[in-house]
């Protein structure tokens, strides 16, 4: 069916690209009034019986970013299949075969988009309904991430992923100009004084250049974190998105480097690559042999330059013996700091009665609960304030 060149673009099709855009903006995509316009305006010029021609059409006009081409595709395929009416705009469409293939990292998210009842509504209520009201967020503060519901864990995801780390700055051995510095920069004086004769009279200065620290996540994935696991992961790349200087791994029987996989931009698709490239995700827990790994193979490459280590485990070792302790003690020497973030501390009477969690505790600096979004957001103010150089006491945070 062909479009008429001269008339405005009304009626049918200018309700399915309305809706749509209002499905990529609900599923992530930033799609505005002006990129609508657009898109109605080109749909004019091109053969609007050709699927492939309508597709890269609205491609080219509402993606402006690379992660947001496959929350794209997910919509398109989606949002036009389901429409009633999309055989009077496509004739012929063939349906592709999703039972086969393994659902692509961003379907759930769009399909959730789909689901709204309001997708047709107004553009400002579906933002107003998409945002937490305050006894909500109240609410979902204190709530356990264990005890959520998939809307309220929906939340929390979007909660975590406008999460800001603070940039905690460490002093490095290098210098730099610096006005207020305090160190004399003899060699930019003297070249100065040659313009005076001689006379020295602007004195230069250096300061030492500042870094943000390094942050290593160790994270367990065994069977007993698993209601935690995916929280986590969205934290972590959160803070890996605002700061590159971020290493994680995952562990349970084994160790694996994810710290390139959640360098995506997209969330689901950062998710999807680090479950792909993990075996043993819900399995059992080997915390001495995955430290060993880590301290013998990466403590060395990523440990530098006064890094922060994260473990987040419950501490429930399957073979916990001497052998623990000492990755633990190895672990804790190599860092500036070694925080350890338990969910079994949400529990008001918790007491390191398990053998694991008693020879991991002697070798961290900080005992903090991780089990909520206050617990998070205690956690980036704790990292946003540097610790003395030598220091080593034992802080536990209530929970």
């Not at 405005?8 to 505005?32: M, Q, S």
């Not at 250096?206 to 698993?226: H, T």
């Not at 690559?273 to 080997?286: H, L, M, P």
């Not at 860092?335 to 529990?347: K, M, Q, S």
Request: charged share 25%; hydrophobic share 45%; with cysteine.
């Amino acid at each position: 069916m062909a479009i008429d060149h001269l008339a405005p673009p009304t009626g049918l099709i200018a309700d399915n690209v309305v809706g749509f855009a209002r499905a990529l903006r609900a599923a992530g995509i930033p799609v505005g009034p002006g990129a609508v316009i657009d898109a109605l305006n080109a749909l004019r010029l091109i053969e609007i019986g050709s699927r492939a021609d309508v597709y890269a059409t609205l491609e080219a006009i509402f993606v402006k970013r690379h992660e947001h081409a496959l929350i794209f595709e997910q919509a398109f395929n989606l949002f036009f299949r389901a429409a009633e009416d999309w055989k009077h705009m496509l004739d012929s469409v063939p349906l592709p075969d999703h039972a086969r293939k393994k659902p692509p990292p961003a379907s759930r998210r769009v399909q959730e988009a789909m689901s709204q009842p309001h997708i047709s509504e107004q553009p400002q209520v579906q933002e107003r309904d998409l945002k937490l009201s305050v006894s909500d967020r109240e609410v979902l503060q204190k709530k356990d991430f264990a005890q959520m519901s998939a809307a309220e864990i929906a939340d929390v995801t979007r909660a975590i992923a406008a999460m800001r780390l603070p940039q905690a700055q460490l002093q490095t051995r290098r210098f730099r100009p610096d006005a207020r510095g305090l160190r004399l920069d003899m060699r930019r004086t003297l070249r100065a004084s040659l313009r005076t004769g001689g006379e020295i009279i602007d004195i230069r200065k250096l300061g030492r250049v500042e870094k943000p620290a390094p942050i290593v996540a160790l994270l367990d994935i065994s069977g007993s974190m698993s209601e935690y696991t995916r929280l986590f992961l969205h934290f972590l790349h959160a803070i890996t998105d605002a700061r590159k200087r971020v290493s994680v791994f995952l562990f349970g029987t084994r160790l694996t480097n994810v710290t390139r996989a959640l360098r995506a931009r997209d969330p689901d698709e950062a998710l999807a690559s680090c479950s792909s490239s993990v075996e043993d995700w819900a399995g059992g827990t080997r915390i001495a042999t995955s430290l060993h790994t880590f301290n013998k193979l990466w403590g060395r490459r990523v440990l530098g330059q006064g890094a922060i280590v994260l473990l987040i485990s419950d501490g429930l070792e399957r073979e916990a013996d001497a052998k623990l302790a000492f990755e633990m003690d190895r672990l804790h020497r190599s860092c500036r700091r070694l925080i350890w973030l338990n969910p079994l501390l949400r529990f008001g009477g918790f007491e390191a009665k398990a053998q694991g969690i008693k020879m991991m505790l002697p070798h961290v600096d900080e005992f903090r609960p991780v089990h909520n979004l206050s617990s998070i957001e205690e956690l980036i103010t704790a990292l946003s304030s540097p610790l003395p150089p030598h220091h080593r006491s034992l802080i536990r945070s209530a929970a």
